[in-house]
């Protein structure tokens, strides 16, 4: 399984530039939201991950379109918003 990490910025999901290496996320990835600061990440369409981990203090992820978890797991830490 691949680890992906949001970069900590407002951004949309599908954009290669808002995940730090470049990639987004693929329906076997472990997603990371993490650093400081407020940020929201957006879906606006369908995508896959096998898990997400919101481990950002002030962080938000909106979900317009759809997003299948492989795991069915959320991980939310303190003060994140899903």
Do not use: E, I, K
Not at 62 to 76: E, I, K, N, Q, R
Request: charged letters at 5%.
């Amino acid at each position: 399984m691949a680890s992906v990490t949001w970069n900590g910025t407002s951004g949309d999901w599908t954009n290669a530039a808002d995940w730090a290496g470049g990639v987004v996320p693929g329906a076997s990835s472990s997603v990371t939201f993490g650093g400081a600061g407020a940020y929201t990440a957006t879906l606006y369409t369908v995508a896959s991950a096998a898990s997400v981990t919101m481990n950002a203090p002030g962080a938000l992820f909106y979900d317009s379109g759809a997003l299948a978890l492989g795991a069915f797991m959320v991980t939310l830490a303190a003060d994140a918003t899903v």
